[in-house]
């Protein structure tokens, strides 16, 4: 257990500008700040380096205003879209630092499980709820994820994002679709992931990723879900696992 101060980020890396590889924001040049540590363990989870304590010792506290200033420094100053990802990046005190952007112009994107929910979800520009389908081998607990959605109510533009490796998750993402109707959804093909930090440049399964897009294509057309959306990783297609773009 790592203790940090209250008002603490536990960081794994700030990074970009590089584009949006994934969802409602596909292709927006956006700084990243990744957190560390995750209150899940997805069997196939991309960043296992923002996630697993054996890779804590990359990771540095942060106070708000040092975050702050590093994203400054990367976008040159310019307002840019500002991801905030993980791990979990609802276990971390983010609000003042979206409070300090706004007056600066700058938007928030965040991505989280829907495992926890913040009263600062609401100040976002946009929410990304990714709850995790069977082949992760984590349990949804759906009272939070609906937390979730109050915390954020009507303010940020609120997405659900599901990662898809088989029929289970696709059947998965159709059930918890329903119960969010007006929700608009992503389906994302899942990338079969090799361990990060020695094998960070391992070249990824791009056959298993475009086989399952053909296949995702196929399902979302013959169930007429004309409302999903089927997107790969870009930043996968373009860097393979790189960390850092
Ligand atoms: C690494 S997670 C961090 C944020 C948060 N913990 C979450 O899972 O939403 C960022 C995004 O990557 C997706 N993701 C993680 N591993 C993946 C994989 N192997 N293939 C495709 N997408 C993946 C997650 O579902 C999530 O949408
Ligand atoms: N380019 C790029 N797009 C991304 N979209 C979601 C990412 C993440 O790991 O949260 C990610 C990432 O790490 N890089
Ligand atoms: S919830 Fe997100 S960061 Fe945590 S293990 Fe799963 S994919 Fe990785
Ligand atoms: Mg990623």
Not at 174 to 201: C, F, I, K, S
Not at 210 to 215: N, T
């Amino acid at each position: 257990m790592i203790h940090t101060r209250s008002n603490e980020i536990r960081v794994s890396e700030i990074f970009g500008p590089t584009i949006q590889g994934e969802g409602v924001l596909i292709g927006l040049p956006t700084v990243f700040v990744r957190s560390g540590g995750c209150d899940y363990r997805c069997s196939w989870c991309d960043s296992l380096h923002a996630v697993d304590s054996n890779y804590r010792h990359e990771w540095q506290t942060m106070s708000t205003e040092e975050v702050w200033q590093e994203i400054v420094r990367l976008s040159g100053g310019e307002a840019v879209m500002v991801s905030l990802s993980g791990g979990n990046p609802a276990i971390q005190p983010l609000g003042d630092l979206i409070g300090r952007g706004h007056e600066n112009g700058y938007r928030f994107a965040l991505e989280t499980q829907g495992s926890v929910a913040r009263d600062w979800f609401a100040n976002l520009d946009v929410l990304v709820l990714s709850p995790k389908p069977p082949s992760s081998g984590m349990e949804t607990d759906w009272e939070a994820l609906d937390d979730c959605l109050r915390s954020a109510g009507n303010k940020p533009q609120t997405v659900l994002k599901f990662v898809v490796f088989d029929e289970a998750d696709y059947a998965y993402a159709m059930t918890a679709a329903a119960r969010h109707p007006h929700l608009p959804v992503y389906l994302q093909p899942g990338n079969h992931t090799p361990p990060p930090a020695e094998e960070a440049d391992a070249p990824i399964d791009i056959d298993g990723v475009m086989e399952r897009m053909r296949w995702l294509v196929d399902r979302v057309v013959a169930d007429r879900w004309f409302e999903a959306r089927v997107l790969p990783q870009l930043h996968v297609l373009i860097w393979g696992n790189r960390r850092g773009v």
